[in-house]
């Protein structure tokens, strides 16, 4: 790899130069032609592969003027006949022109007469321009406005107050429809609007102070209520469902929700008397000032940790031998096949951890079941491999009754996927993913999808 990045960068380089020397040769093909326009193209192209051909650079020099020369006669022209914005475009195209070959270090001649003319034509068309966008501004034609202070700066800009009118002309719109959502109480939307305004203007008008009253009214604002169970025994499992839930909310990249700790729940008047979460909804109703415009209730209705045994069973196979015999009848030497009774193990084991949520989310400060849903999920680990004090490639399934004696049950499955498969138990992983492991991944999937699930509620207010 070393020795490979350094031959990329010679063939690069190669490249570069093929390329300079095959567009300066056509290039001098086209001056000699006296085609100077085209000549300066390919010096020009030529250059750019290669900053150090000189050859190109001198071609560039000589050709490149005339074609300066002729952007400013062009300008020129259009200054004697008075098109002031044809003018001014003619001059910043042969400007631009000559700082492109400035750039690579070809200097050419430009007058400064002929930059008084421009600046004088400049101000000339600005002011035209400048006319138009105010009273298009002034009729609140905002896009014919906007379009024409943008032109204005992309030429100057530093003239008059063009950027400040820009942005009247380009935010205005956006501020007015901001506050029109926000008389119809569509705060998530006017925030958006004036988001817009302030991450590009960091203010305009009372933008910010809008954009921070949207985002009061249209956060969700979730209180979460203790975890109930369906079962007894899952009581031991509801602070982690909560609090994993607890640190996926806020983990939402949205300013639009927010987790209030559950002393907003837990101080509610009555609370200790109420014996479901549709009874602490209705007291939290109640006292009107509740800190949070909904609760999350949640029960886990499921809840699986189980931590397999892990079960060995003694298997009977075969260890198989290939002996050197002689063949009786023939004299020669035979390579054969024994096989000798052993015991080998299978070990076995499971882990499971599963859980079912049913989880509501209730608006307290209206009458509304924002979302209702559940979640279930199941992780597994299951190991399934073999041990053999031997070797256990020589070993082959199959079946014996009597470990001293033959047997009309014995059994011997010496075929290539049995002794392949046998022989996959005693490479197979001997350790099951722990159920401390198993269980992370269902409460951070659930909480997950919690979140998900309240991220998908979007209301306006």
Not at 4 to 12: C, H, K, M, Y
Not at 35 to 57: H, P, W
Not at 338 to 357: F, H, M, P, W
């Amino acid at each position: 790899m070393k020795l490979f990045l350094p031959l990329l960068f010679v063939g690069a380089i190669l490249l570069s130069s093929c390329a300079s020397k095959r567009n300066y040769n056509k290039a001098q093909k086209f001056d000699e032609a006296g085609l100077y326009t085209d000549a300066a193209a390919l010096y020009l192209k030529s250059l750019k592969a290669n900053k150090n051909n000189i050859d190109a650079k001198l071609g560039l020099q000589r050709t490149g003027q005339l074609v300066l020369e002729d952007k400013v006669e062009v300008f020129q022209n259009q200054y004697n006949n008075g098109g002031v914005k044809e003018a001014v475009y003619a001059y910043r195209e042969a400007e631009s022109y000559y700082n492109q070959l400035s750039a690579l270090g070809v200097k050419l001649i430009m007058s400064d007469e002929q930059r008084e003319y421009y600046l004088e034509v400049k101000d000339k068309y600005l002011d035209i321009l400048y006319q138009q966008a105010s009273k298009a501004l002034s009729l609140d034609e905002f896009t014919s406005a906007e379009s024409q202070f943008k032109e204005i700066l992309s030429i100057d800009k530093n003239f008059k107050d063009a950027k400040s009118q820009w942005v009247i002309a380009k935010y205005e719109p956006v501020y007015r429809h901001g506050n029109q959502l926000m008389e119809t109480s569509q705060f998530r939307s006017a925030y958006a609007d004036f988001n817009t305004i302030n991450s590009a203007t960091k203010g305009y008008k009372n933008s910010l102070e809008l954009q921070n009253t949207c985002l009061q009214e249209a956060t969700v604002s979730i209180a979460i209520l203790p975890v109930t169970y369906k079962y007894r025994s899952y009581r031991y499992y509801t602070n982690n469902v909560e609090n994993q839930v607890v640190t996926e909310l806020s983990k939402i990249k949205s300013p639009f929700y927010k987790v209030i700790s559950k002393d907003a729940i837990t101080s509610v008047p009555n609370w200790s008397s109420a014996k479901d979460h549709e009874m602490a909804i209705k007291f939290a109703r109640k006292i009107g000032t509740f800190e949070a415009k909904s609760v999350l209730a949640a029960s886990i209705d499921r809840y699986v940790r189980q931590s397999g045994k892990l079960n060995k069973e003694e298997k009977r196979g075969y260890l198989k031998e290939l002996v050197e015999v002689t063949n009786k009848e023939t004299g020669l030497k035979e390579i054969k096949a024994k096989y000798r009774k052993v015991r080998y193990y299978e070990y076995k084991q499971s882990n499971v951890a599963s859980i079912t949520l049913r989880f509501d989310l209730d608006r307290i400060d209206k009458e509304e079941l924002a979302l209702s849903d559940s979640y279930s999920k199941e992780e597994k680990s299951a190991v399934h491999y073999a041990k053999f004090d031997g070797d256990y490639q020589k070993l082959v399934p199959g079946y014996w009754k009597y470990a001293d004696k033959e047997s009309a049950e014995d059994q011997i499955y010496d075929s290539e996927q049995a002794v392949k498969q046998l022989h996959a138990l005693f490479k197979a992983n001997k350790e099951a993913t722990s159920i401390q492991k198993l269980e992370e991944i269902v409460l951070k999937d659930c909480a997950l999808a919690v979140a998900k699930s309240i991220q998908s509620y979007q209301p306006e207010n």
